[in-house]
């Protein structure tokens, strides 16, 4: 599985776009990117999932380059309620029943009034 | 509510006790997989079960161990527990493979 390699913590004031930059040199043809989202002692919340180009969805956008060896998740006009970590991974999402998902540090954003 | 349901919520027991933690999938989601996260290790990836058999092994004690059901719920066994086993122990299950996991909101296990 790829590594993935993304800020430790954030700051963000409320009302601003938030851009998460992931670094995944070793991303593999079959990877897909997913990010999640984890409040404090709740399951991780998947968010978005993309192959390349551009994705976006009721609550972010996730963008990739050609070269998919980066991603960028854009959370617009954040609010308090964003505060929360998140994950970036990638994994082989073609071999149904053997997909494995490997969780790093994440980023912990704080979303400040 | 994301559909998969842990159980119990919350749990505490002994030091060398063992405790079962449930967990039962999304209608119609085939794989069960079980993390566990402590405060100084993240998301650790236990083990997968995909329509009751076993798939995938992570870092799983031989203390503990799984199984999944012809009904597809799972449950997780913990065995001989020791203070370093207090953690949130979370399930997810997942239909197709592209379309991630679905978490449940965790089953919180302290030994004293």
């Known amino acids: 599985l790829a590594k993935t390699t993304q800020p430790i913590s954030m700051d963000s004031y409320e009302g601003q776009e938030v851009n998460i930059t992931c670094s995944h040199n070793?991303?593999?043809?079959?990877?897909?990117i997913t990010w999640y989202q984890q409040f404090p002692s709740q399951g991780p919340r998947f968010i978005i999932q993309?192959?390349?180009t551009k994705v976006t969805n009721e609550v972010a956008s996730l963008f990739i380059p050609a070269d998919r060896k980066s991603s960028t998740l854009s959370l617009p006009r954040v609010s308090l309620s964003d505060t929360a970590v998140y994950y970036c991974?990638?994994?082989?999402?073609?071999?149904?029943?053997?997909?494995?998902?490997?969780f790093g540090k994440g980023t912990k954003l704080s979303v400040i009034p | 509510d994301s559909g998969v349901t842990q159980t119990p919520k919350h749990l505490i027991t002994a030091t060398g006790q063992r405790v079962t933690l449930r967990c039962s999938p999304r209608?119609?989601?085939?794989?069960v997989y079980w993390y566990q996260q402590s405060l100084d290790q993240g998301l650790q990836f236990l083990i997968q079960?995909?329509?009751?058999?076993?798939?995938a092994k992570g870092n799983i004690l031989e203390r503990f161990s799984a199984q999944q059901f012809p009904d597809l719920h799972s449950e997780l066994n913990l065995s001989s527990l020791e203070l370093g086993d207090s953690a949130l122990y979370f399930c997810?299950?997942?239909?197709?493979?592209?379309?991630?996991?679905?978490f449940g909101s965790g089953t919180r296990l302290t030994v004293v």
């Open positions: 991974l990638v994994g082989d999402t073609f071999e149904a029943g053997s997909y494995q998902l490997t």
């Open positions: 993309g192959y390349k």
């Open positions: 079960y995909y329509n009751g058999e076993e798939r």
């Open positions: 209608s119609g989601d085939l794989s």
């Open positions: 070793n991303i593999a043809t079959n990877d897909y």
């Open positions: 997810a299950s997942s239909r197709q493979a592209n379309y991630g996991y679905t």
